[in-house]
């Protein structure tokens, strides 16, 4: 398989759109995929987002914004 980039998946560093740092536990407001109100936790597959909502799940991988690398979420204080 070719990897057209230099970095790893699990290179990613998780940000919010704001640059805030993010990890397992963290609550955030998901701007895709109707999620609402999301926890981070960590599954057997890896990091997910579990809306608090309607407890549908993403994986991280699928909210990186093209662009900037960075989550399209934005962390709750």
């Known amino acids: 398989m070719f990897r ?6 699990d290179e990613l560093k998780m ?7 993010l990890s397992a ?3 955030v407001e998901s701007l895709r995929y109707d ?5 981070i936790v960590k599954d057997e597959n890896g990091l997910v987002y579990e ?3 309607n407890s549908k799940q993403v994986s991280w ?3 990186v914004d093209a662009s900037t690398k ?3 979420v934005k962390k709750i204080n």
């Not at 057209?4 to 998946?9: C, E, H, I, V, Y």
């Not at 940000?15 to 740092?21: A, C, S």
């Not at 999620?35 to 926890?39: H, M």
């Open 61 to 63: 991988i699928k909210m």
């Open 51 to 53: 809306s608090l909502e």
């Open 15 to 21: 940000l919010d759109l704001n640059g805030e740092p």
């Open 25 to 27: 536990g963290d609550m």
């Open 70 to 72: 960075f989550q399209k």
């Open 4 to 9: 057209f980039s230099g970095k790893k998946k």
């Open 35 to 39: 999620l609402g109100v999301c926890l």
